[in-house]
């Protein structure tokens, strides 16, 4: 396994991955607040672990684009976290 010092105690098997998702903005890009059910589901996030497997081609803190509604939502010690296939990551976000 492979994790940053923000180790969330949660260690993904095989060809999985733990990502923290990053929430959209609150407010359009004009200033309007955005109210909870308008928003999207989020489908960029932060590798925090990958699982054991070898062909994983993904390191923790990258950052990744993936499926809209792939993972399993995970709730520990207060943060949100989504576990995952590496298959349903589509790509890697580098600029």
Known sequence: ??????NPGIQ???ARVLLKPIEQEDR???GLYLPE?????????VVIAVGDDEEIKLQV???????KY???EV???GDTFL?????DVLARVTG
């Open 75 to 77: 709730s520990y010690k």
């Open 70 to 72: 792939s993972g399993t």
């Open 12 to 14: 993904p098997l095989g």
């Open 1 to 6: 396994m492979n994790t940053n010092g923000n």
């Open 83 to 87: 576990l995952m296939d590496v298959s």
């Open 37 to 45: 059910t308008a928003k999207e589901k989020p489908q960029l996030g």
């Open 28 to 30: 359009t890009s004009s």
């Open 61 to 67: 803190n990258d950052k990744v684009l993936f499926a």
